[in-house]
Each structure stands twice: as C-alpha cells, then as structure tokens.
Antibody
Framework: QVQLQQWGAGLLKPSETLSLTCAVY????????WTWIRQSPGKGLEFIGE???????NYNPSLKSRVTMSMDTSKNQFSLNLSSVTAADTAVYFC???????????WGQGALVTVS | EIVLTQSPATLSLSPGERATLSCRAS??????LAWYQQKPGQAPRLLMY???NRATGIPARFSGSGSGTDFTLTISSLEPEDFAVYYC????????FGQGSRLEIK
C-alpha cells in the first residue's frame, strides 16, 4: 500500500519561500508522476506541478515563475519550493501520485501553510 | 478552457436515501473524468475514474455514469460515513476540479 507523508514549515512571512517535502512509502518514485496540489477556500483545488523520476517537470502556468520541484530518489522523496509567497498562497498543500495520466490515487495528509 | 460545474452545491439527505450528484463540463471531456470524496481535515479520496470505474476499496454503492459533458455520481443508499464534499476532476486545464458538492445529513 502506497503512503505519502509530507512535512514543511507552516507559517511564513510574505516574500519568503515555501518548502515542503513528501516521502513515499510502499512504492517507488521511478514510475508515475508525483504532484503537488493545493486547496484554499477562494480557489478550491489547484494543481501546482508535477515531477517524474527523470526530473522532468510540468508547472501550472499561473505559478510557474515561482515554483521549483525536485526529487531525491535515494530517499524516495520529492519536494516543492514556492518563492515570494503572499497571503494568496495560504492554503493546504497536498502531495499526490498521478495515475493513468490524469487522476490522483494517493494523497499525503496535507499541510496547512499560512502566509502572514 | 474546460470548466466543470457541479450541482447541487449542497444536498441534504438522510441515511438510506439515494444521492445523485452532477458534474457538467463546458466541453466534452472524452470520459477522462474522476470523482473524489473529501471529509473535514482529510485529503481527497479517489472514488471513480474514467467516469465509471471504482477505485480500489470503494464500495459498490458508489457508481458513476455519463458521457460527453454530463456526468453523475450516484450513491445508492447513503451510509453515515458518506456525508462529505464530492469533487469531479478532468485532465485538461491543468487537471481542473469542480467546485464541489456538499452532501449533508438532513
């Protein structure tokens, strides 16, 4: 059974960089794309970006200029950095596995990030 | 740009009743349509994919139907644990989600 466990700083000041990491248990990063999705009351569920084992990334154009994703296959972890955060980036952030090209079958527990 | 519109926003029903939730797409989504359930404080849980395929471990009381632009998630007989928010989701526009339908206990 695949499990995703995520962590990272929960309170940031404007202009700081959001950093989150997701560890994958019970599965290898070498298959599938691994993604970050966030959820806020104002914008609902929003796809941030994805990365695969070869380091190929795809970012939502609305966030692309501020997003960097990376992967450490030796630790079976992947990470999200979002720079220059503002209050609009306040949300619950989820890491997920993308399956069959478009849906998300495994999710991390979520991490509330507040920018204030 | 494909927009997913879910209705109703809130549905009030009692355990044992049948629930029908709608997801309408602004253009055809070619059956790349998934449904999720989310309870307070939890991550969304995949229920259905490719319109009508149940994800692993999802009870048979959940079913999905539809084609083209109109899709339905049906819960045949509500259990207490089914009261939650439900989202539909598609491939395009960076994996767009609907705004959600809340299923609450009447």
């Amino acid at each position: 059974q695949v499990q995703l466990q995520q962590w990272g700083a929960g309170l940031l000041k404007p202009s700081e960089t959001l950093s989150l990491t997701c560890a994958v248990y019970g599965g290898s990063l070498s298959v599938y794309y691994w993604t970050w999705i966030r959820q806020s009351p104002g914008k609902g569920l929003e796809f941030i970006g994805e990365i695969n084992h070869s380091g190929s990334t795809n970012y939502n154009p609305s966030l692309k200029s501020r997003v960097t994703m990376s992967m450490d296959t030796s630790k079976n972890q992947f990470s999200l950095n979002l720079s220059s955060v503002t209050a609009a980036d306040t949300a619950v952030y989820f890491c997920t596995r993308k399956y069959r090209g478009y849906f998300f079958d495994y999710w991390g527990q979520g991490a509330l990030v507040t920018v204030s | 740009e494909i927009v997913l519109t879910q209705s109703p926003a809130t549905l009030s029903l009692s355990p044992g009743e049948r629930a029908t939730l709608s997801c309408r797409a602004s253009q055809s989504v070619n059956n790349y349509l998934a449904w999720y359930q989310q309870k307070p404080g939890q991550a969304p849980r995949l229920l259905m994919y490719d319109v009508s395929n149940r994800a692993t471990g999802i009870p048979a009381r959940f079913s999905g139907s539809g084609s083209g632009t109109d899709f339905t998630l049906t819960i045949s007989s509500l259990e207490p644990e089914d009261f939650a928010v439900y989202y539909c989701q598609h491939l395009t526009n960076w994996y767009t989600f609907g705004q959600g339908s809340r299923l609450e206990i009447k």
